[in-house]
């Protein structure tokens, strides 16, 4: 069982199982994806993908916001901008569109830093170079988030010292 036993293992596995808010909207965001994904299929550009993926979102009268600037903090000072996030939909999710051959861990890793530094309670990286789009989507649940999206400009409190545990679901 993924690797825990015991209590944890348990624990986990109650948390992967339990519906989550976000739940609802990953699916609808998923959807889009693939309306996308219906009418160009794999080899077009990330650029193409994205906006197409834009005006599907709107489509279905969903709030998001397009290259999210995300901050990082070290010894207290914010250190600028770190990383853009493709989107964030209803201030919940953050997405990360790809169009590679295949995902590597450095792709996953950025989108789970992109979740865990805007402190967001999920993520999807959705590839979209592949024959059939739910083999390129990866969904993010972070079960600690640490703040609301909208105090994203605020770096994390430095002496908060909560981990955040982030799950990566097929």
């Known amino acids: ?36 994904h219906q009418a160009f299929g794999p080899g077009v550009f990330e650029k193409v993908n994205a906006a ?8 279905r ?3 998001f916001q397009t290259e999210v600037p995300v901050y990082a903090l070290f010894k207290g000072r914010k250190l600028g901008r770190a990383y853009l996030i493709d989107f964030v939909v209803e201030d919940l999710v953050a997405v ?21 530094l805007a402190g967001l309670p999920a993520g999807l990286l959705i590839n979209f170079n592949v024959k059939r789009l739910v083999d390129g989507v990866r969904r993010i649940v972070n079960d600690r988030p640490n703040r609301k999206f909208n105090e994203l400009a605020t770096p994390n409190d430095p002496d908060d010292a909560s981990a955040e545990r982030i799950i990566v679901l097929p």
Do not use: N, W
């Open 52 to 59: 197409a993926l834009a005006v599907a979102l709107e489509d």
């Open 1 to 36: 069982m993924l690797g825990f036993r015991g209590e944890a293992g348990l624990a986990l596995l109650k948390f992967m199982l339990e519906t989550k808010p976000t739940d609802r909207l990953t699916h609808q965001i998923i959807g889009a994806a693939i309306e996308v």
């Open 61 to 63: 009268r969903l709030r």
């Open 96 to 116: 990360e569109v790809k169009a590679v051959d295949g995902v590597s861990p450095i792709h996953l890793a950025q989108a789970i830093t992109y979740v865990r």
